[in-house]
């Protein structure tokens, strides 16, 4: 099975490094180290190195190699090198600026090996002025390039929480009603939400805390979801709110939240509105607790 997948990779390989060749006039192909951890590293490596019809670059993640395709009369492997390193990954020739790198994001910030720093000016081919305009002012935008990756991955991180926490207010709000049928449902749902967030795409500090929530989030969802019994449910939703807090802290919701606080079961809820509404006892003690903590983004 291992000998297949190899050579279904190296056909692929192969298949990329012919359509290349024939989009590119006076071809050479080489093969260099590149240092990166993941696809996202894949994605800018290739985008920075690629030139329409000029060069053309396939990073491979799990190898950190990369074969690169050029028109040798227009660029060379060093100056696609430079190119990549600006943006923000070394090779065994070139290392990215320091603050490029640290801009990266913390999944793409691989162990650093390459000793020789890159220049900012790069020689290309008097035939090729354009290019070299474009690469001199590279590194000025780079900075700005890294602010809108993290804006980018900040709102990507927003929309996938967004119908966790949104079921979870719904969960809360059932409790609220003593209505252990609906608190089910909202849980499926809750649970379901959990079951779509794609770990790779959060913000790092959201990322860790996902990685330390999960387990436990799933578990108490499930639990919730599989049992109508009120008493049983309120119970649950004790960690589950626990969880909930700490993941919430560190991913900005976009209005207020208020954290609040049950002196007769020493536990804590989320709510999105300042007024106390106790979902472990419902109408019996509808009032009873304070808001302890308000969560702004």
Not at 14 to 28: D, P, Y
Not at 73 to 84: S, V
Not at 223 to 237: A, G, H, M, V, Y
Request: glycine residues 4%; charged residues 25%.
């Amino acid at each position: 099975m291992k000998s297949l997948k190899k050579i279904v990779m190296a056909i692929t390989l192969l298949l990329s490094v012919v359509v290349a060749n024939a989009q590119i006039k006076n071809a050479k192909t080489e093969t260099v180290k590149i240092f990166g951890n993941c696809g996202m590293c894949e994605t800018t490596i290739e985008k920075a190195g690629n030139l329409k019809k000029v060069a053309k670059v396939d990073w491979n993640a799990t190898t950190g190699m990369a074969t690169i395709t050029y028109d040798t009369k227009q660029t060379n492997q060093d100056e696609i090198l430079k190119r990549i390193a600006l943006a923000g990954y070394d090779s065994e020739k070139f290392l990215a600026p320091d603050d490029v790198y640290n801009n990266l994001h913390g999944c793409c910030q691989y162990d650093r090996e390459a000793k020789v720093a890159v220049k900012t000016e790069i020689k290309s081919d008097p035939s090729d002025s354009e290019k070299a305009k474009q690469m001199a002012t590279m590194e000025n935008h780079s900075v700005h390039a890294n602010q809108s990756e993290t804006q980018k991955i900040e709102q990507v991180t927003q929309n996938q929480l967004k119908p966790v926490f949104d079921n979870y207010f719904l969960l809360k709000d059932a409790l609220v009603k003593t209505d252990g049928k609906t608190a089910s449902m909202q849980s499926k749902k809750l649970l379901s939400a959990m079951n779509e967030i794609k770990m790779e795409t959060l913000k790092m500090d959201v990322h860790m805390i996902w990685m330390k929530v999960f387990k436990d989030l799933t578990a108490d969802a499930k639990n919730i979801s599989e049992t109508q019994d009120i008493k049983k449910q309120r119970e649950l939703f004790k960690s589950l709110s626990k969880n909930t807090y700490e993941l919430i802290k560190v991913s900005k919701f976009t209005e207020p939240v208020y954290y609040q606080y049950c002196p007769m079961q020493d536990a804590n809820w989320l709510s999105k509105e300042n007024t106390v509404k106790n979902p472990y006892y419902g109408s019996q003690m509808l009032s009873c607790g304070k808001t302890v903590e308000t969560i702004k983004q």
